[in-house]
């Protein structure tokens, strides 16, 4: 039983740091034989893929993130964006995307200023995402470059002709007849045409009709609107030079492009935010609600109910708002680097923009009466803009009482249930010792939320971007915490026992332990209680997890929300007269017991439905499926045939069978997570 208790903590304890291994080299080159003072130089962000790996262009198609670079030292030289070379079309499955694969160079060029010393540094946070068959891997690198003036640094070599920036741009004339954009194409251009932005859908890209010596594209389903303005594609000629192509629009063309509806947002259209379509409904004089959400955000889940109210669907109809849904479910570099220009480091977060306005950003516990505040004020031009935040203190009241309201998550409320059940069981005992077993077990609450705000806070000044929930994007913890849920729910139905309660009763094998046990109890409860997010738990953590919060200011949140996690046991330790409360102990504690089982089913559920949000191959998942009946299989075999009337030759061969079955799921299932 041991044994078993202690691969469970070990695992749960590896969980966060189960990483994908990454398939991109990844570094900062020159590419200006000569540097001087004065003038211009050219970089590169270099990418070399694994075989059957890439990262996306700029317009990366249907899904995907371009990569990025956040400038950490310059030398002042003012690096500017990157030039893209000309990308290649990808059809996974209907899913159409524009790659690079192999080595890519994305040119970067930057002015040296004329008092520069005899040495520049250049260094970057550069963040990509990586792509197979199999699935996409968020990947993220510090890089750096030192050049020296004059013609002594290393050059790398770049074929020109792959950069439709670096070559004339093509003029031609199109023209909009209906669902249908119709371009006249230069003889030369007989390739693929890709879009910069998706005001032709990838799908559409990917079927490109020729009539004559023009290019048909189909509107239908494009996400970026098609104005008057000139629309820019890219395409490669008869030469091997990528081309950048302006098209000039008759006067007349409007088109706004089709939304997608969201699941569950009652009669709302829902668009997939990106910057890009955001800046262009910002241009057009429309107002834009962005929505960050993540499916394993608890409190972003609670906060959807708003968006069934009738007032608050009739309030952003009518005022002709566009609704951008950004997911962060997969941790996307660029929601991320977008939630960092607000001063955020995780989510729930809703902000409402408008043209020539600051920003109206909303409470993480989100109002429809909020919304409806919101959208009036900010069609009142001239009254100052708001902002629904609140007070450090009353932040603080919401991490007590989140932390309170933790015990009722399914993953916390089968513990405490369990707790209540001891102090039934303890009825008669010393009234020193229950106190103590109680300040025990607060103490090892927070104690442990202490630790896990000092390890965020050391990661993060580290150069990682994490916040509360880092561990739920990452699939090797969302499968242990399932596996954990199920292995904890099978133990309370009665298929084996593995002690009263891993969470409630670990460590007490003999009487003199029953001390040790109650601070390892809130040790383990608390990390049982990481994955769950009381509604408003998560905003008080993002709150706490802002950039512009201290250390201390972290930590007393951390421990106020350890402090309301523990105060319903504190309270039954210190004043033990409200156990008379309690009923007797009796049958109706292991029917209890058996209750308590299936709140942990549900949060298991929940996860398997997280992690089919985090992982994109389907093969591994229906292993993961099958990987969970092992587990199940295994639990039983350990408590059916490891039970005490078998003889001790069955119990050894059933237990070590089980905890083999047990263990090789998990490796198998760890060593092969997309």
Same mark, same amino acid.
């Given at each position: 039983m041991r044994l078993l208790t202690i691969i469970l903590l070990g695992f749960l304890g590896l969980a966060p740091s189960v990483r994908a291994a990454i398939h991109s080299q990844v570094d900062l080159v020159n590419l200006s034989p000569r540097i001087v003072a004065g003038e211009k130089i050219q970089l590169a962000l270099r990418f070399k893929c694994d075989p059957h790996f890439h990262i996306y262009w700029k317009n990366p198609g249907d899904a995907g993130t371009p990569p990025s670079i956040q400038w950490i030292e310059t030398s002042n030289t003012q690096p500017s964006g990157p030039i893209w070379p000309g990308p290649t079309l990808l059809d996974?499955?209907?899913? +159409?995307?524009?790659?690079?694969?192999?080595?890519? @160079? @994305?040119?970067?060029?930057?002015?040296?200023?004329?008092? /520069?010393?005899?040495?520049?540094?250049?260094?970057?946070h550069v963040q990509w995402l990586e792509c197979n068959e199999g699935g996409c891997f968020p990947q993220e690198k510090d890089v750096s470059l030192t050049l020296k003036l004059g013609n002594e640094n290393q050059v790398v070599s770049f074929n020109p002709k792959l950069y439709p920036d670096l070559q004339p741009v093509i003029l031609t004339p199109g023209r909009v007849s209906g669902q249908s954009l119709e371009i006249d194409s230069p003889n030369e251009l007989t390739h693929k045409w890709f879009p910069e932005k998706n005001f032709v859908s990838p799908s559409a890209i990917a079927s490109q009709a020729t009539k004559t010596n023009n290019k048909i594209f189909s509107l239908?389903?494009?996400?970026?609107?098609? /104005?008057?303005?000139? +629309?820019?594609? #890219?395409?490669?000629?008869?030469?091997?030079?990528?081309?950048?192509?302006?098209?000039?629009?008759?006067?007349?063309t409007t088109v706004t492009p089709t939304l997608i509806s969201g699941p569950n947002l009652g009669t709302l259209n829902w668009a997939t935010w990106s910057p890009e379509a955001q800046a262009s409904a910002l241009s057009s004089g429309k107002s834009v609600y962005l929505d960050f959400t993540a499916r394993w955000c608890a409190t972003c889940?609670?906060?959807?109910?708003?968006?069934?109210?009738?007032?608050?669907i009739t309030a952003l109809s009518q005022n002709n708002i566009v609704l951008l849904r950004a997911d962060w479910t997969k941790k996307d570099s660029v929601i991320s680097q977008e939630l960092k220009k607000y001063g955020r480091e995780g989510i729930p977060f809703n902000v409402l923009l408008k043209p020539n306005q600051p920003p109206i950003i909303f409470s993480e516990l989100l109002t429809g009466s909020e919304i409806i505040s919101a959208i009036s004020q900010s069609n009142a031009t001239s009254s100052p803009p708001i902002s629904s935040t609140h007070s450090y203190l009353v932040w603080l009241i919401f991490a007590f009482v989140g932390g309170v309201f933790?015990? =009722?998550?399914?993953? #916390?409320?089968?513990?405490?249930?369990?707790?209540?059940?001891?102090?039934?069981?303890?009825?008669?005992?010393?009234?020193?010792?229950v106190i103590i077993h109680g300040l025990l077990y607060t103490l090892g609450v927070i104690v442990s939320f202490l630790t896990l705000a000092l390890l965020i806070i050391a990661l993060k000044s580290g150069g990682s971007n !994490?916040?509360?929930g880092f561990q739920m994007q990452s699939p090797g913890f969302v499968l242990l915490t399932c596996i954990l849920m199920i292995t904890l729910g099978l133990s309370l139905v009665g298929v084996f026992e593995i002690g009263t309660s891993l969470a409630g009763h670990a460590g007490q094998i003999q009487n003199r332990a029953t001390s040790a046990g109650a601070l390892l109890s809130g040790i383990l409860a608390t990390a049982v209680a990481t994955p769950c997010t009381a509604p408003g738990l998560g905003a008080a953590l993002g709150f706490a997890l802002e950039s512009s919060r201290t250390t201390p200011e972290t930590l007393l949140f951390f421990f106020v929300i350890g402090l309301g996690m523990a105060t319903p046991y504190l309270t039954l330790s210190l004043f033990p007269k409200l156990t008379r409360l309690l009923p007797k102990p009796g049958a109706w504690m292991e029917t209890l017991k058996q209750v308590m089982s299936f709140p942990l089913f549900t949060y298991a559920v929940y996860l398997l439905w997280v992690l089919y949000g985090?992982?994109?191959?389907?093969?591994?998942?229906?292993?993961?499926?099958?990987? =969970? !009946?092992? !587990?199940?299989?295994?639990?039983?075999?350990?408590?059916?045939?490891?039970?005490?009337?078998?003889?001790?030759?069955?119990?050894? =061969? /059933?237990?070590? /069978?089980? #905890?083999?079955?047990?263990?090789?799921?998990?490796?198998? @299932? @760890?060593?092969?997570?997309?």
């Open positions: 996974l499955s209907g899913v +159409i995307n524009f790659v690079h694969a192999d080595e890519t @160079l @994305l040119i970067i060029e930057a002015t040296v200023p004329k008092n /520069s010393p005899n040495t520049l540094t250049l260094k970057g239908k389903d494009a996400t970026d609107p098609l /104005s008057p303005d000139p +629309i820019y594609f #890219v395409a490669e000629d008869l030469n091997g030079n990528f081309r950048r192509i302006r098209v000039e629009l008759g006067a007349q889940q609670v906060n959807k109910r708003v968006y069934h109210q009738a007032d608050v933790l015990n =009722l998550m399914p993953c #916390v409320f089968p513990m405490l249930g369990l707790k209540v059940l001891g102090f039934a069981q303890e009825s008669g005992a010393a009234r020193r010792t !994490i916040g509360w985090l992982v994109d191959d389907a093969n591994w998942l229906r292993d993961a499926s099958l990987g =969970l !009946i092992l !587990i199940a299989a295994a639990c039983w075999i350990f408590g059916h045939w490891g039970a005490l009337h078998r003889s001790p030759k069955q119990r050894f =061969l /059933s237990r070590l /069978s089980a #905890v083999i079955i047990f263990a090789s799921t998990i490796g198998y @299932l @760890l060593s092969t997570l997309p």
